[in-house]
């Protein structure tokens, strides 16, 4: 502290003249609502910020107390407010998603610019939380409920992070060695859970399931089986990860596997055998 009080004791009004001139042109000045902005050197930041995005429109809930307009699509989402002033920001630039178990959604934007959402105040509200669930990234999520205040989640969780929306499948895990064994991996998993443990089953079936005559017939069934149900992760909304608990890793897919140069082979033989001579 001495140290500083020194410093700003050694400063000539000049030092302190010349550092005020060069951090004018980057400086923000904020005044009161009701001055008016006639200082010289700055130029008013526009109300609006991001574009108006085209697609589904969510209005206001009547007697709501408002009377702005909600669009949005796949790209991103954008309020406009009755002057005409427009948020709007595309998925990707959602820099925090605040999140409340009440359904209430606070999106900000790069800029520090929001959107705030609370679905009693809006008509049709569901397909727009889902897409917002869907379409903001998952590491842009902070849940805001005091903890142990409401039942964080509905429906099934996944039994690896805890988070929501989860299924319950079973994955074929079939080997083979001269005998067959038809194993199943079983459990309730999220969508990120989900596709890492299609693609390590996936992968082991893979190097495991041909090795007997009934595995010939039964591996391919059996990747055929878990295929569908990746595409039925696939179709699952992100989860978001609240609990604090890492999902499994995705990994890389497994058709580019070493595993896929088996059935490559076999089918190969296959023709060599058959192919009319
Ligand atoms: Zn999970």
């Known amino acids: 502290m001495a140290e500083l009080d020194a410093e700003a004791d050694a400063l000539t009004p000049g030092e302190i003249a010349a550092a005020f001139k ?152 079939t080997r083979s060695l001269l005998m067959i064994w038809f194993k199943r991996v079983h459990g309730v998993l999220c969508r990120d859970c989900g596709i890492a443990k299609f693609r390590e089953v996936q992968r082991r079936v893979l190097v495991r399931g041909w090795w007997s005559i009934p595995g010939l017939l039964a591996t391919p069934i059996a990747l055929l089986y878990n295929t569908v149900v990746y595409f039925r992760f696939k179709r699952l909304a992100v989860p978001i990860h609240s609990s604090g608990i890492t999902p499994l890793p995705k990994g890389r897919t497994v058709w580019l596997d070493p595993g896929m140069l088996i059935p490559a082979g076999l089918a190969l033989a296959l023709i060599w055998i058959f192919w009319p001579r």
């Not at 609502?33 to 991001?50: H, K, L, Q, W």
């Not at 990234?137 to 902070?142: L, N, T, V, Y």
């Not at 964080?152 to 805890?162: H, K, L, T, V």
């Open 22 to 173: 060069a951090s004018l042109p980057t400086s923000y000045l904020s005044l009161p609502r009701e001055i008016p902005m006639t200082v010289e050197g700055f130029t008013p930041v526009p109300a609006s910020s991001g574009a108006r995005i085209k697609g589904a429109r969510v209005d206001p809930m009547p007697g709501s107390g408002h009377s702005d307009v909600i669009d949005f699509s796949a790209e991103g989402i954008s309020l406009m407010q009755p002057n005409r002033t427009v948020i709007g920001m595309r998925w990707p630039e959602v820099a925090v998603a605040l999140w409340w178990s009440d359904g209430r959604r606070t999106l900000i934007g790069p800029d520090g610019s929001g959107i705030n959402i609370i679905p009693a105040k809006w008509r049709s509200v569901e397909s727009l939380l889902a897409a917002i669930r869907q379409w903001v990234p998952a590491d842009r999520w902070i849940p805001m409920d005091e903890p142990g205040t409401l039942p964080r989640q509905e429906g099934p969780i996944c039994a690896i992070c805890e988070s929501t929306p989860a299924i319950e499948v079973t994955l074929q895990d």
